[in-house]
Nanobody, 127 residues
Framework: QVQLVESGGGLVQAGGSLRLSCTAS????????MGWFRQVPGKEREFVAA????????GYADSMKGRFTISRDNAKNTVYLQMNSLKPEDTAVYYC????????????????????WGQGTQVTVSS
């Protein structure tokens, strides 16, 4: 069993930055490809970014490219999401997810590919 705990959410003004963290326990994070998703009430969960087990491959949703950066530190069992130039439409609950058994360089954009989820952290961007 794997537990994922997100942190770093909060309230920020438009144009500001936040860094989300997701720490895994129960298994070493290098066993998992990791992803970030977000969701607002009444809408489906939306892919944000993903990173392979190696850290050498990443993927982003088009609207996040150039603004968000995903990274990982396997020694700390932690994945990060650096969010810059935040917009009010980025307001959502952000979820960390882990996918077990992927190849060393693959990433996944489909939330159904992920096996474990954190509880989420709220990000609110004011205009």
């Amino acid at each position: 069993q794997v537990q994922l705990v997100e942190s770093g959410g909060g309230l920020v003004q438009a144009g500001g930055s936040l860094r989300l963290s997701c720490t895994a326990s129960g298994r070493t994070s290098s066993s998992f490809a990791m992803g970030w998703f977000r969701q607002v009430p009444g809408k489906e969960r939306e892919f944000v970014a993903a990173i392979a087990r190696s850290g050498g491959s990443t993927g982003y949703a088009d609207s996040m490219k150039g603004r968000f950066t995903i990274s990982r530190d396997n020694a700390k069992n932690t994945v990060y999401l650096q969010m810059n130039s935040l917009k009010p439409e980025d307001t959502a609950v952000y979820y960390c997810a882990a996918m077990y058994g992927s190849s060393w360089f693959s990433v996944a954009r489909d939330h159904r590919s992920y096996d474990y989820w954190g509880q989420g952290t709220q990000v609110t961007v004011s205009s």
